[in-house]
């Protein structure tokens, strides 16, 4: 099997000096996830030669104090140790400016701010904006870029943008209309972590130069697909926030999602950056809107009861702090979605995620059709391809083998699976790819709003009350209903 982390030739690309401009430097997300990144694409040489980090937030802080804050968020999340005889060479790269982004004039200031400092470093105005902030924020920043000219660059200029991507259509329109007042499509990156996953990238390089695994990838030879995500935990302290968005929003709209998408691309030959947001947009194309009927058969809205968790007693979601009285919102979504087009045709497509769940796991599994004479044996059954994508990584085959001494078939696993902690995280690939201006695992305008068009039915209907709310104890996988959606066609969930 080809090794995992093959890079493409865009990957190969070489990294130009750049300024980093960080919104939200005091933020949660930068410290746990944007930093050590950082820092481990440095340890790994995978940084420009010379790069001025300008990290952003009211707080009133100096550049040392967040140096400081950047090396004690590198002690506890980085996933590689803290280098003594390199961390300060790293923190030089950043410094912090106080910074207002209501504010029209802290625009001005951060301007002169980054000139001087591309002027000390010599080097061009080759500027990446990581808006690590709220979603109110993003219309003011954008805006003032813009006015304030610090977008207006000689070089190139890139917006990574955060999730959550609008919370319904029409939000995620305005939104998308902002961006493009000032940015060009191919300019910008809307981050979705799930496409930095090593597994969800290594699709590609597990089927393509494996003719068996490509000519299995077909509907000739596969009965289902099945794609789940399921947390042990509950909405914590989110509840303010979760208790609006639900599974559907937190997780369907966007990650589940762009599971189906990569999982239904086909390889035959190696695809650019463009082909596969192409192919990704065809498919999102090809799925069947959500009828009425759907909505009564095809979709399952589910809520968390009390239960026991990994041994422990756990409250209902009804009766977590935070939750609105006899909240109605999901914590669990199922549904079962066709592609319409040649490769996939008739082959359900079925997702599911959870909260409180009996394991924390997000998997792919491609279940085959099986051989009618053969399932007669004892013991045989269907053949499986697993994507384990987090917290294990893991490709195995399901496959059956006889035991002589008990004359019965049983299932086997061929496999292989990575040490997860030697793999770079998600941050790591989604932040070196924007670098290098490598927009293949991030999510396209077309994606990310045929998606809400998708959603949007099912949000209305939740909205009104029109779907059942199932309940299932925390703990459990998941509501009956959703074991029923597909046990209705003769499967299981895998
Ligand atoms: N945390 C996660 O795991 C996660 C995951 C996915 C997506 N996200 C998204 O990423 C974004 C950031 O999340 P977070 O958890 O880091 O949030 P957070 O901890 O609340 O941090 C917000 C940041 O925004 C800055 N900020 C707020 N108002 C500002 C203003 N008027 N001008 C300039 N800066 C301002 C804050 O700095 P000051 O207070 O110093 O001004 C702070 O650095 C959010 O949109 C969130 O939805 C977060």
Known sequence: MKPLNVESAARKKSMENMTFVLFGATGDLAKRKI????????LDGKMPQSMSVIGLGRTPLSSEDLQGQIEDALHQFSRRDVQNDNLQDFLDKFRYFIFDAMKEESYVELRKFMEEREAELGIPDNRLF????????????????????????????????????????????????????????????????????????????????????????????????????SETVGVGSRASYYDKAG?????????????????????????????????????????????????????????????????????????????????????????????NNE?????????????RMNEKATRIVIEFKEDSEATKDVGIVSNLLIIEINPNESVSLRVNVANHSSD???????????????????????LYDGMIGDSTFFAHWHEVELSWEWVQPILDAFAGNEVPLHTYAAGSTGPEASHELVRRDGFNWN
Request: some cysteine; hydrophobic content about 35%.
């Open 247 to 339: 599974a559907i929003r937190d997780m369907v709209q966007n990650h589940l999602l762009q599971l189906v998408m990569m999982t239904a691309v086909h390889h035959e030959q190696k695809l650019s950056s463009t082909q596969i947001q192409k192919k990704k947009r065809e498919i999102m194309e090809s799925i069947s809107p959500v009828s009425e009927q759907d909505l009564e058969n095809n979709i399952i809205r589910g809520q968390y009861t009390p239960g026991v968790v990994s041994g422990e007693s756990v409250k209902g979601y009804q009766e977590e702090d935070g939750v609105k009285e006899e909240s109605h919102n999901d914590t669990f979504f199922a549904a079962k979605l066709c592609i």
């Open 35 to 42: 930093y050590p990144a950082l820092y481990n694409l440095y």
């Open 130 to 229: 990581y808006l690590s902030v709220a979603p109110r924020l993003i219309n003011s920043i954008v805006n003032e870029l813009d006015a304030s000219g610090i977008s207006r660059t000689n070089g190139w200029r890139r917006l990574i943008v955060e999730k959550p991507f609008g919370t319904d259509l029409e939000s995620a329109r305005e939104l998308n209309a902002t961006l493009q007042e000032v940015f060009e499509e191919d300019e910008i990156y809307r981050i979705d972590h799930y496409l930095g996953k090593p597994m969800v990238q290594n699709i590609e390089s597990l089927i393509r130069p494996n003719p068996i695994l490509q000519a299995l990838w077909d509907h000739s030879q596969i009965s289902n697909v099945q794609i789940t995500a």
């Open 343 to 355: 490769h996939w045709n008739g082959i359900p497509f079925y997702i599911r995620t959870g909260k």
């Open 408 to 430: 019965k078939f049983e299932p086997t696993y061929i496999g292989f699976s990575k040490n997860a902690d030697q793999q770079p995280e998600a941050y790591e690939r989604l």
